[in-house]
């Protein structure tokens, strides 16, 4: 119970919450994985990654998988996954074991609103870089090679 008073609560906030644009702060603090644990995103957080669609997990995940369980903590990066629109009934009988399974944390987005705050392209990653929680730069990352790419870059300079 007190896991959805938190979410209704933290819905609330990012409804509030303007689009993410460059230039703006990344106004999320904390977001709930697949394993039901709150992960932070600090200022030391450098990448965001936000999934929209099938495609662009499966590019994520073709690379993710292949990487060990603390990688994305390595390279100061979350990964956000918009599944508010799969059924209830899929999302807890497949796709959330499925999900327990990876290796690596996934912040799923469970309302549309949340989802509403951040840029995308059909079949496509957002990666949104961070330097002491500003957006710095949003690119949209089509292929395994390009989000490759995008992990070896850093925002601190």
Known sequence: MTRFIFLFFLSISILKANPLVVGSIFSIDSWQNQFEEVQKITETTERVYFLSDMTASKILHAELEKKEKDY??????????????????????????????????????????????????????????????????????????????????????
């Not at 690596?104 to 549309?112: H, R």
């Open 72 to 157: 994305l903590s390595s390279k100061s990066a979350v990964v956000f996954s918009d599944i508010h629109k799969m059924p209830s009934i899929i999302t807890s009988m497949i796709a959330l074991p499925k999900m327990r399974s990876y290796s690596y944390p996934l912040l799923l987005i469970t309302d549309e609103n949340t989802g509403k705050i951040f840029p995308k392209e059909a079949e496509k990653i957002t990666f949104i870089k961070l330097k002491n929680k500003k957006i710095i730069s949003i690119e949209f990352i089509g292929n395994q090679e390009e989000f490759q790419k995008s992990m070896q870059t850093s925002s601190k300079k």
